[in-house]
């Protein structure tokens, strides 16, 4: 099989199972999700969705969460993974975006990743969700489940990753193809223990094949 048959034979399997793939973050414009963004980094988003209905009261853009105190930040994501520096790229990073892009959230890798907090794959998901870019977020869900599909072939960074799936995903397909693998990560092809017997992968799936199936044979 060449690797266009498995991404257009997954790329079926998705559209069939998942039409809808949306980042479970929740979020009312794109400042918000920027934030979500930055605070579900080792975190997850049902944590995240936690603490920011209040976050997002007390502090609703980048002017005024951009004034208040590290110490006042940190108060309303103490739940949260690494609270200490989250609150620190918050409050940096927003007064960056006002001072710098006038609270517009910025739509290249580039400008993003000036943002204190704002890494590569965060640029990646802020340009896919606010400006519906072509980019590829590889997260650790990512990374595996196209690694033990066989969508990408020994890849060893989140970047090779990226360059692999892009270019065999059609652009238009990237955004959702992003939220596909995130969510059959993290519901079906699970770290420790793979749901094969959930999946409706296994006939292409080169992890399925390779482990699961020749140790059953
Ligand atoms: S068959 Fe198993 S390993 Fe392959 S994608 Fe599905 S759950 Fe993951």
Redesign the pocket.
């Known amino acids: 099989m060449t690797k266009e048959e498995l991404f257009s034979h997954v790329i079926a399997y998705f559209e069939a199972t998942m039409p809808v793939a949306e980042t479970e973050l929740q979020y009312r414009n794109a400042f918000e999700l920027l934030v979500s963004v930055i605070l579900s980094a080792q975190c997850t988003d049902k944590r995240v969705n936690m603490v920011t209905p209040a976050l997002f009261a007390k502090f609703p853009d980048a002017l005024s969460m951009s004034k208040a105190s590290i110490d006042e930040v940190r108060k309303y994501i103490k739940s949260i993974s690494y609270p200490n520096s989250k609150a620190e790229y918050l409050v940096k990073g927003s007064k960056i975006l006002f001072e710098k892009f006038n609270s517009k959230i910025p739509s290249t890798v580039e400008e993003l990743t000036t943002i204190p907090g704002v890494g590569r794959k965060t640029a990646n998901v802020l340009l896919s969700v606010i400006y519906n870019q072509p980019t590829m977020a590889v997260d650790t869900h990512v990374f595996r ?1 196209a690694a ?2 066989g969508l990408t072939t020994n890849a060893k960074t989140p970047l090779q990753t990226e360059t692999q799936l892009v270019k065999y995903f059609p652009a238009e397909k990237i955004p959702l193809a992003h939220h596909w693998l995130i969510l ?1 990560g993290r519901y ?2 699970l770290a420790r223990k ?3 017997e ?2 409706g ?2 006939k292409w ?1 080169k ?2 094949n390779q482990k ?1 199936k020749a140790k059953n044979n």
């Open positions: 489940v033990r599909i059959h079906v092809c793979p749901l094969c959930k999946c992968l296994t799936c992890y399925y699961i």
